[in-house]
């Protein structure tokens, strides 16, 4: 999908626009569908162009975290870190209009497919794709927004000022989406199609709606279906699962695929914002919260942690994720002092740091991937009330993985744990294991985490300056911003200005 189809996706880029007035026109409005629909070619050429609607910059969600900050405003993460973003925020109009792009360009797309006449089975699996693409962005909407206008069909102009939908209805059509997708999606493809949705996404993603929505059961059952699959492992490189000549490996079950000199990634790239700019500042609360080799907090009385030589004996996921002082940045060492990074770390994860034109950035996003299956049955089961050998056994999977090989739960935190213990395990893998990739601000959301909104704090870069002796370091913590949470925003995004402006019957969610 990745090479073989750059004519496809450049000709539906050409002929597929984005609408400004999301609710009220067809996203597909550069051309005639009812001209245009005519073999499998078309067909296939405007399934591409729902697709391409999926473009956003992932990263930005975990900068909103306790993991990172982006100091820089004009990105639109900072004000939703610190609580203080509002209807006018760019990112909450932006994430609107991405899923509004691509649910119209849906529902055109199976209006318009009904009829065709093509191969039946090729068809239904291409409508297959397209509903999974349009649960993804219900489940999101619903998970950002709570209640959503839930639109299935285009819209005339007439019909044009929806109403927002109850949650419930807005996730039972999703979950209706994810089935029909999972029933006639196949397990995986060969050479070009390989990039496609599956079965095993349209699963993964319905597992996660329902672990979101606290539907412990649903939840644990769906993951189980992936895993039954038998489709996909751990990619034994941690760190490699970040890099493009890994793309597509054994763990990836959906991701954003990106190619250099078509389309890459969206400015800034992660090889721009990454590698190249000041902003994607690491706190030191990430950093603490990697445990030691041994498998014990930094806090243990007992970790070996030595606190002016932070970064030796860590769990390898640490430097895999991160670029630490005094590590390896490319072809030089990371000097803080002489970066302009003012927490003292970046991330190392989808840095793309070899990469020369930073604007060309072909790496694929990986929205899924096979350690979030074990981990979300494993919580799903604890919060059922489940804490036997198979939760030990599923986190021990992730962390016991070559290149990382942590100590098991047995080893480290012991055995029969309660469902608290075993709560704050998982919890603690979720956020070590996905740091950077765009899940820590989900899960602070769906968990209700009020003390994970505190002041940021990073490293003192003024006393990591001398790069010919490193020895002479002082790691000391120094307040980078002020962060605290708005209990009447909670925890729900604004519905955009623009859109409430635009149509009178868009309620605005409390707090706003």
Not at 312 to 340: C, E, H, M, W
Request: hydrophobic letters at 35%; proline letters at 4%.
């Amino acid at each position: 999908m990745k090479n073989s189809r750059k004519i496809f996706l450049a000709l539906t880029l050409l002929l597929c626009g984005c609408s400004d007035n999301l609710l009220n026109k067809s996203p597909l409005d550069q051309f005639s569908p009812q001209t245009f629909y005519t073999n499998a070619t078309e067909v296939d050429m405007a399934l591409m162009g729902i697709y391409s609607a999926i473009n956003d910059n992932w990263y930005q969600y975990d900068f909103m975290s306790d993991n990172h900050l982006c100091h820089h405003a004009w990105q639109g993460s900072l004000e939703f870190s610190k609580w203080q973003q509002n209807s006018s925020s760019g990112r909450a109009l932006g994430k609107w209009r991405i899923a509004y792009s691509t649910i119209g360009r849906v529902n055109t797309f199976l209006e318009n497919t009904q009829n065709v006449k093509i191969d039946e089975t090729l068809k239904k699996r291409m409508q297959a794709e397209a509903r999974f693409l349009r649960g993804m962005m219900y489940a999101d909407l619903a998970h950002f927004y709570g209640d959503v206008p839930l639109i299935l069909k285009t819209l005339p102009l007439s019909e044009a000022k929806v109403t927002r939908t109850a949650k419930d209805q807005v996730l039972a059509a999703a979950i209706d989406d994810f089935n029909f997708a999972s029933a006639n999606l196949p397990a995986s493809y060969t050479g070009a199609d390989v990039g496609r949705a599956t079965k095993g996404a349209a699963l993964a993603f319905k597992t996660r709606l329902y672990l979101y929505n606290e539907k412990w059961t649903e939840a644990a059952a769906a993951a189980k279906e992936v895993m039954d699959l038998n489709q996909y492992r751990l990619f034994a490189d941690y760190e490699g699962l970040f890099k493009e000549e890994n793309e597509n490996n054994v763990e990836v079950i959906f991701d954003i695929q990106y190619i250099r000199n078509l389309r890459p990634q969206p400015w800034p790239s992660t090889a721009l914002s990454f590698s190249e700019w000041p902003t994607p500042g690491v706190t030191s609360d990430i950093i603490d919260a990697y445990y030691m080799k041994n498998g014990k907090s930094i806090n243990a009385g007992n970790s070996g942690y030595n606190e002016q030589d932070p970064f030796i004996n860590r769990d390898p996921r640490l430097s895999a994720t991160l670029v630490l002082p005094g590590s390896q940045y490319g072809n030089v060492k990371f000097i803080p002092a002489s970066d302009g990074q003012i927490t003292g770390a970046r991330p190392r994860k989808y840095a793309d740091i070899s990469n020369t034109d930073k604007n060309n950035c072909g790496l694929n996003y990986i929205l899924m991937r096979y350690a979030d299956i074990l981990l979300m049955r494993a919580e799903a089961l604890i919060e059922s009330g489940n804490t036997g050998k198979e939760v030990y056994d599923l986190v021990n999977m992730v962390r016991t993985r070559s290149s990382v090989n942590m100590p098991a739960i047995e080893n480290a935190e012991g055995s029969g744990l309660s469902k608290e213990q075993l709560r704050e395990i998982v919890r603690h893998e979720r956020r070590v294991e996905f740091a950077v990739e765009g899940t820590r601000y989900s899960d602070m959301r769906r968990w209700k985490l009020e003390s994970a909104v505190k002041d940021v704090y990073g490293y003192d870069i003024s006393k990591l300056s001398d790069p010919s002796d490193p020895s002479k370091w002082v790691f000391a913590r120094l307040k980078a911003d002020t962060r605290s949470f708005d209990p009447s925003k909670g925890w729900l995004w604004p519905i955009p200005l623009d859109e409430i402006q635009s149509n009178s019957n868009l309620k605005q969610n409390p707090g706003y």
